[in-house]
């Protein structure tokens, strides 16, 4: 008769144990409040953005206009954002699509502030989807400047917010090594992550200050 042994894997050394057991690691608390930060100010401006879209909507029907408090003048004019064609990429108004994606990234945020911890697959695709978010906005970004010839304030502040958590969580994976990257490169993110969301904020100021340039002189 054969004899089945089980084996204790409390007995093993704690080398063998890592390989054995996934490797999870909990983000610091800079880290948490960064993303329950900028996921909050995410998803005020995606409820302000779509309460003001429902309005607008409201307001055709019933054959009379509305004008939301960010339309300040013919540059900074979330009506006229709001109402293009681009406001609606996916079939419905963008927005919507940010107060739930947005609202991700809080709780993410919350489980990190109570100590949670998540294997690399999930810090992968926590990545990718900030990824999507900051490609997403760049193109939004083009469309505001070049196409629409319009600026919304509200996006604005989700462009921001978007930008600083894709590159903390970023820099996070990089450090940590779920992401492959020299060790210059891991270096770098240590000590100078504020460096690329400080540079990125700063290109697209740069893009709206001299698309407009002689309507900020005049």
């Known amino acids: 008769m054969s004899k089945t042994t089980v084996k204790d894997v409390s007995m093993e ?7 054995i057991a996934p490797r999870t690691e909990g983000g610091s608390r800079a880290l948490a409040l ?3 930060i900028t996921g909050a100010a995410g998803l005020l401006a995606s409820w302000v953005i779509t309460i003001d879209k429902f309005k607008i909507l409201e307001a055709k029907v019933a054959g009379t206009t509305f004008t939301p408090g960010c339309s300040l003048n013919p540059v900074v004019s979330c009506g006229s954002v709001m109402e293009s064609k681009q406001a609606a990429v ?3 108004p963008n927005p919507m699509l940010g107060l739930v994606c947005y609202g991700i990234v809080i709780a993410v945020g919350v489980s990190l502030l109570a100590r949670a911890r998540f294997p690399r697959w999930y810090w992968l695709t926590f990545n990718a989807g900030c990824l999507f978010g900051v490609v997403f906005c760049a193109w939004l ?6 196409r629409i010839n319009a600026l919304c304030l509200w996006c604005s502040l989700a462009w921001v917010a978007t930008i600083l958590m894709f590159w903390y969580v970023t820099s996070f994976n990089i450090r940590k090594g779920f992401l492959p990257a020299p060790a210059w490169l891991r270096s770098f993110f240590g000590e100078f992550t504020w460096v690329m969301p400080v540079l990125h904020i700063g290109i697209i100021g740069m893009l709206v200050l001299t698309r407009w340039w002689d309507f900020w002189l005049s």
């Open 13 to 19: 050394p704690e080398s063998e144990r890592a390989e």
């Open 90 to 92: 996916f079939g419905f």
């Open 34 to 36: 960064l993303l329950v």
């Open 141 to 146: 970004m083009f469309q505001s400047l070049y």
